[in-house]
């Protein structure tokens, strides 16, 4: 299982930007996976920030994106994705997917068992 994710970059406060998590080695659909997006800022923890079942399609988001990011998933590209909207410097971080090996969505960091190596996101003026 590898995940691969990719699309960060720097983006000024109020931009958008799409993340993108490219999965091998499994099929998204074949069965339900939760799918996880994580994120870690300088000196903070490990945050979820939003989650998608693969099959199911049942979505988390924190409060703090709620309204702002959409998770969606591409099965047949075999791909994940986060729509980020409006931007601020607070979502500054290195963001992370992640896949469980159940579909019951969690944004507890500690319940994935695969992780992607992480982008970089910075929002800034």
């Known amino acids: 299982v590898q995940l691969q994710a990719s699309g960060g970059g720097l983006v000024q406060p109020g931009g958008s930007l799409t993340l993108s998590c490219a999965a091998s080695g499994f099929i998204l659909d074949r069965y339900d996976y939760a799918i996880g997006w994580f994120r870690q800022a300088p000196g903070k923890e490990r945050e979820g920030v939003s989650c998608i079942s693969s099959r199911a399609g049942t979505t988390y988001y924190a409060d703090s994106v709620k309204g702002r990011f959409t998770a969606s998933r591409d099965n047949a590209k075999n791909t994940m994705y986060l729509q980020m909207y409006s931007l601020k410097p607070d979502d500054t971080a290195v963001y992370y997917c992640?896949?469980?090996?159940?579909?019951?969505?969690?944004?507890?960091?500690?319940?994935?068992?695969?992780w992607g190596q992480g982008t970089l996101v910075t929002v800034s003026s």
């Open positions: 992640a896949r469980r090996e159940v579909g019951q969505i969690t944004p507890h960091p500690e319940r994935y068992r695969y």
